[in-house]
């Protein structure tokens, strides 16, 4: 019988019970708790010169 060993999407790292209990913590989260990073993206390169971020 072939034990499968879980590891994580970027490599052969196999996870550790931290990430697992991330992943159930995160979804947990309320159905309205989270953003479109590309709308804060947006908003942040509208606002950065008062947030005083450089284009880098």
């Known amino acids: 019988m072939i034990e499968h060993i879980s590891t994580t999407p970027f ?3 196999s996870l550790s019970l931290a990430m697992v209990a991330g992943q159930l913590v995160a979804d947990s ?3 309205g708790a989270s953003a479109n990073k590309w709308q804060v993206f947006r908003a ?3 606002a ?3 947030l005083g971020a450089s284009d880098r």
């Open 48 to 50: 950065k010169g008062l």
């Open 44 to 46: 942040v390169c509208e």
């Open 29 to 31: 989260c309320a159905p």
């Open 11 to 13: 490599g052969r790292r």
